[in-house]
């Protein structure tokens, strides 16, 4: 059994800065692309970036320029670095692994001042 875990969340003000990690315990990753998804209340959750075992990524139209996915196949670790952090990225966010189907507990993230 695998389980995904998130950490790096807080507050953080706008204009700022934070980076979230998610670490694959047992098998690790599958061999297929995992990602982040997030949720901001009321809403559904949303995908946010995903990146291929190849190192290939994409994001969606909302953090491209602002977020970069990285991860460490070694290590079964998939990172998030979010720049220009704005209100709207207020959310809980989510590892997710496509082959397997797993989603991590969530970190969550609110950019306030």
């Known amino acids: 059994q695998v389980q995904l875990v998130e950490s790096g969340g807080g507050l953080v003000q706008p204009g700022g800065s934070l980076t979230l990690s998610c670490a694959a315990s047992g098998r690790g990753f599958s061999v297929e692309a995992v990602g982040w998804f997030r949720q901001a209340p009321g809403q559904e959750r949303k995908f946010v970036a995903r990146?291929?075992?190849?190192?290939?990524?994409n994001y969606a139209d909302a953090v491209k320029g602002r977020f970069t996915i990285s991860r460490n196949n070694a290590k079964s670790t998939v990172s998030l670095q979010m720049n220009n952090l704005q209100p709207d990225d207020t959310a809980d966010y989510y590892c997710?692994?496509?082959?397997?189907?797993?989603w991590g507990v969530g970190t969550r993230v609110t950019v306030s001042s």
């Open positions: 990146i291929y075992r190849s190192k290939v990524t």
């Open positions: 997710f692994d496509f082959g397997t189907l797993y």
